[in-house]
């Protein structure tokens, strides 16, 4: 996962594929460079700049999560709200809260997905339910395992 990360990040912003009038592009750059009060203001949700520190020494980009009206949808989906079922309760310490009954479907898919590759790194890749069972019981003696799961 760590490979594909770094791929992404070093393949860069899409090339424009016509000719760039220099002119357009300095008069662009100044509006993308000014403080929003002023007009443009791209800069101040997509420059480059260091973010918070998520789950332990990963580092991100600061991007405001606001609706600035050009991608409302995009911005929408992020509000998007979903009954947690079974997976009410659970989180994974240091990198997300315990998730509520009705929670943020963002919240959902990130414990989902980060238990995953917990799990996956902690059982060291085994599939099958009882074999992760047994694996955790070897490692940790003191693991118990829900109730009806053995």
């Known amino acids: 996962m ?5 791929l992404v990040k070093s393949i860069g912003a899409p090339k ?4 760039i009038d220099a002119t357009l592009a300095a008069r662009g750059k100044v ?3 000014q403080a929003a009060p002023q007009g443009g203001g ?3 949700c997509h420059g480059i700049a260091d973010g918070d520190e998520r789950f332990p020494f990963i580092k991100t980009w600061k991007t405001p999560i ?6 409302t949808r995009q911005y929408d989906v992020l509000d998007w709200t979903a009954k947690t079922g079974v997976l009410q309760g659970p989180y994974i310490p240091l990198a997300t809260v ?3 009954d009705n ?8 414990t ?6 917990a799990e996956n790194v902690l059982t060291g890749g085994v599939t099958s339910s009882n074999a992760r069972i047994d694996l955790l019981r070897e490692r940790y003696p003191d693991f118990s395992a829900a109730p009806g799961t053995d």
Do not use: H, M, R
């Open 2 to 6: 760590s490979k594909l990360e770094d």
């Open 16 to 19: 424009w594929p016509w000719t």
């Open 31 to 33: 509006i993308f460079e």
């Open 42 to 44: 791209c800069n101040g």
């Open 66 to 71: 606001q609706n600035v009206g050009t991608d």
């Open 98 to 100: 315990p998730l509520k």
């Open 103 to 110: 929670d943020l479907v963002i919240n959902i898919l990130a």
């Open 112 to 117: 989902s997905v980060i238990g995953s590759i």
